[in-house]
């Protein structure tokens, strides 16, 4: 087994530690952007847009995207 997978953040290919989460990726594309994503001013999502959690383990040739954090209509936290 290999010790890092081939990922990519933002259109940027980056060898990760084949045991390492999301934010992992993106620390090792752009760690001053995997701050704001720890600090909740950013999340990471798959290519199709749908929110990762965190906890998810890297994988071959995943797509990762980092956007705003901004609450949906309709959150119970949206006042």
């Given at each position: 087994?290999?010790?890092?997978?081939?990922?990519?953040?933002?259109g940027?290919?980056?060898?990760?530690?084949?045991?390492?989460?999301?934010?992992?990726?993106?620390?090792?594309?752009?760690?001053?952007?995997?701050?704001?994503?720890?600090a909740?001013?950013?999340?990471?999502?798959?290519?199709?847009?749908?929110?990762?959690?965190?906890?998810?383990a890297?994988?071959?040739g995943?797509?990762?995207?980092?956007?705003?954090?901004?609450?949906?209509?309709?959150?119970?936290?949206?006042a």
């Amino acid at each position: 087994m290999s010790a890092t997978v081939r990922v990519y953040v933002d259109g940027r290919g980056v060898d990760a530690p084949a045991g390492g989460t999301p934010v992992d990726a993106v620390r090792l594309a752009d760690a001053p952007l995997a701050e704001r994503v720890v600090a909740g001013e950013r999340r990471i999502t798959d290519s199709r847009g749908l929110p990762v959690v965190d906890g998810d383990a890297l994988y071959n040739g995943a797509i990762f995207r980092v956007v705003a954090n901004r609450p949906r209509a309709g959150d119970p936290d949206d006042a």
